[in-house]
């Protein structure tokens, strides 16, 4: 059974930085691609940073150069490195794991940036 655990969420001033982590089980992270997706209040979730099991990451545009999503294979953790915070990266990011033509989910970690 695939388990998608996200911490690391919270409440941070405008210009901080969070870390964010995802503790995989069931699975090897190293095996498949993982990523995070965000969905904030009203709006469509979205993809915002993708990992291949090659280690190939890609990012979504308003989040280049300030995000960085990495993975710890000894930890079985995907983390996303999130720094310059805005208002707008206010939403809960989910973890997710492609496995096999499947999408797993993690239930999320909320993250607020206060201006």
């Known amino acids: 059974q695939v388990q998608l655990v996200e911490s690391g969420g919270g409440l941070v001033l405008a210009g901080g930085s969070l870390r964010l982590s995802c503790a995989a089980s069931?699975?090897?992270?190293?095996?498949?691609?993982m990523g995070w997706y965000r969905q904030a209040p009203g709006k469509q979730r979205e993809l915002v940073a993708r990992?291949?099991?090659?280690?190939?990451?890609s990012y979504t545009d308003s989040v280049t150069g300030r995000f960085t999503i990495s993975r710890d294979n000894a930890k079985n953790t995907v983390y996303l490195q999130m720094n310059s915070l805005k208002p707008e990266d206010t939403a809960v990011y989910y973890c997710?794991?492609?496995?096999?033509?499947?999408?797993?989910w993690g239930k999320g970690t909320l993250v607020t940036v206060s201006s």
């Open positions: 997710t794991a492609f496995v096999s033509g499947m999408t797993y």
């Open positions: 069931g699975i090897s992270a190293s095996t498949y691609s």
């Open positions: 990992i291949s099991s090659g280690g190939s990451t």
